[in-house]
């Protein structure tokens, strides 16, 4: 594979695993941050405002994880996918730690 791919993985798992909180809380008539929030990630976007984020996320996450190909048996393109879904939900639960000390 070339190291693009690798790239795609990462990412992959990054978008797929942000499509969880934002879908949830969306679903379930909650606000939560998005990009799209004042100010950006920190404010508290509308329920509707966070489905669409969610399901953006995983159609971004649904083609990097095809352009990727970490179905394809490669070891190291599925640790990196995995590694992509770590990265994103450490950093998530630290920042979302202080979503409601507003």
Same mark, same amino acid.
């Given at each position: 594979m070339n190291w693009h791919?690798?790239?795609?993985c990462f990412f992959a798992g990054m978008f797929l695993a942000n499509v969880v909180p934002h879908y949830v809380h969306g679903i379930s008539g909650n606000r939560f941050p998005t990009?799209?929030?004042?100010?950006p990630g920190r404010g508290l976007s509308s329920a509707?405002? $966070?489905?669409v984020w969610a399901l953006? $996320? @995983?159609v971004a996450g649904f083609l990097l994880f095809r352009l990727g190909k970490v179905s394809s048996g490669n070891t190291?393109? @599925? @640790?990196i996918f995995f590694t992509g879904i770590a990265v994103i939900s450490i950093m998530a639960s630290v920042s979302f730690t202080k979503k409601h000390a507003q």
């Open positions: 791919s690798y790239i795609a990009p799209f929030a004042k100010p509707t405002v $966070n489905v953006a $996320n @995983l190291l393109a @599925l @640790l």
